[in-house]
């Protein structure tokens, strides 16, 4: 009995299928466009993106230069982005502005651009270009709605992004000093510090500055070594300045006295030196 009436159970929900996949083929084939239009926005209502996208995309032609453009524009980017292929659905928000740049949609539309800008920024690890164009994106929302609903939100994917940034400039000089690439270290981390003055890795990307400065100066050849010595000298002064009980202390301390003894002064020639 049980096996009869999952029998029956599966042979209804496959009938079902069938007329509604028969359904969706009669409006794809009609050339009745305002039931075309009706039919896209109940598939869209209903989460159906993938059949609500096939159909505002055959719109769009359809309905260009009408008062409803904007609005299959609008429902397109939306069930595009509905279906997460959030690289179409920004193309088709900026389209949007773009043909119509005093739409209804214009606002969330500009916010989308941003959005999905975001959905699509990458691991930080990579190229970071999608993150820049978000951050640009979402600012010139809040640039041009400074009372819109969504600056709020705005503000916040903007932190989440430039964080990104952040860390993906940290990884960069990391990854320089990582490899002993002393001298590319050095202009990675200073980049990294003046692009990003507040950032939480900055105690980390001076400690490792300093390091690759000293290590750089340590392995040079004679005529250099004099001037790096005293650039990764003046480093130290800077360090232990913002963060004289660093965990790192011990060892820029370490690297201040090798420092000292390879430049053959003493503490009383550096008191001089000061006044």
């Not at 007329?19 to 926005?41: G, P, R, V, W």
């Not at 279906?83 to 500009?110: I, M, N, T, V």
């Amino acid at each position: 009995m049980i096996r009869k009436l999952r029998f029956i159970f599966l042979f209804a929900l496959l009938a079902t299928v069938a007329a509604s996949c028969s359904d969706y083929q009669k409006i794809l084939k009609s050339t009745d466009y305002e039931f075309k239009y009706k039919k896209a926005k109940e598939y869209y209502d209903n989460s159906d993106f993938n059949r609500a996208t096939t159909l505002y995309q055959e719109l769009v032609n359809i309905y260009r230069g009408t008062s409803r453009a904007d609005q299959v524009y609008y429902y397109l980017a939306k069930s595009y982005f509905g279906q997460k292929d959030y690289l179409l659905s920004g193309h088709y928000f900026r389209q949007l502005l773009k043909e119509f740049p005093r739409s209804d949609y214009s606002e969330e539309a500009q916010y989308m651009i941003g959005y999905c800008y975001y959905k699509n920024s990458p691991n930080p690890r990579l190229d970071q270009e999608i993150t820049k164009k978000g951050i640009d994106a979402l600012q010139l929302y809040i640039n041009l709605y400074p009372n819109g609903k969504d600056v709020k939100e705005a503000t916040k994917l903007i932190d989440e992004l430039r964080e990104k940034l952040v860390y993906k400039s940290y990884l960069s000089g990391r990854l320089y000093y990582d490899l002993g690439d002393y001298r590319a270290a050095v202009v990675s981390l200073s980049n990294s510090l003046k692009d990003f003055p507040d950032s939480q890795y900055r105690e980390e990307l001076m400690f490792l500055l300093l390091k690759s400065k000293y290590l750089l100066a340590e392995n040079s050849v004679p005529e250099k070594k004099e001037d790096r010595l005293n650039a990764a000298l003046d480093e130290y002064y800077t360090f232990i300045d913002d963060y004289p009980n660093s965990d790192h202390r011990k060892e820029v301390d370490k690297f201040f006295n090798n420092t000292k003894k390879m430049l053959n002064i003493t503490d009383e020639d550096l008191k001089i030196d000061s006044k």
